[in-house]
């Protein structure tokens, strides 16, 4: 596997998968729990395959945390690799891993949130 694969691919990947469990699951139980019933019947009317990936909340849910979980063994384990000797590449490698350190934190804050309100939310605030 290449470096840039390690470094960049995966975390925009997981980026993705855990935006996709907000979009699925998170922002319909949200609009529920506030209440907003006829904004989550205008959201669906105007995507109708919301509601066919919310039958799908199990499989999206464990999909998005298994790329995080890759995801961020891929970066743990790439954190000693060494960049090129060129100095203008060697910084590109760093910034680089930098920002993808930055891309699974926020992928990990996403999922998080929709974890909160797809499982929970409706628990804690009714």
Do not use: H
């Not at 855990?18 to 904004?39: D, E, K, N, R, Y």
């Not at 790329?67 to 954190?79: D, E």
């Not at 699974?104 to 974890?115: D, E, M, P, R």
């Amino acid at each position: 596997m290449s470096d840039l694969y390690k470094q960049s691919i995966l975390p925009f990947i997981s980026l993705f998968t855990s935006a996709g469990t907000l979009i699925c699951c998170a922002l319909p139980a949200l609009f529920v729990t506030l209440g907003m019933g006829a904004t989550l019947a205008g959201l669906v009317s105007a995507a109708p395959w919301l509601s066919v990936l919310t039958d799908y909340k199990e499989y999206i849910f464990i999909g998005a945390g298994a790329m995080l979980a890759l995801s961020t063994f891929m970066q743990w384990r790439a954190r000693n690799a060494p960049c090129p000797a060129d100095p203008v590449k060697a910084k590109a490698c760093m910034r680089l891993r930098k920002i993808s350190w930055v891309i699974l934190g926020v992928s990990i804050v996403i999922y998080s949130i929709g974890t909160f309100f797809a499982y929970f939310a409706a628990d804690l605030l009714l």
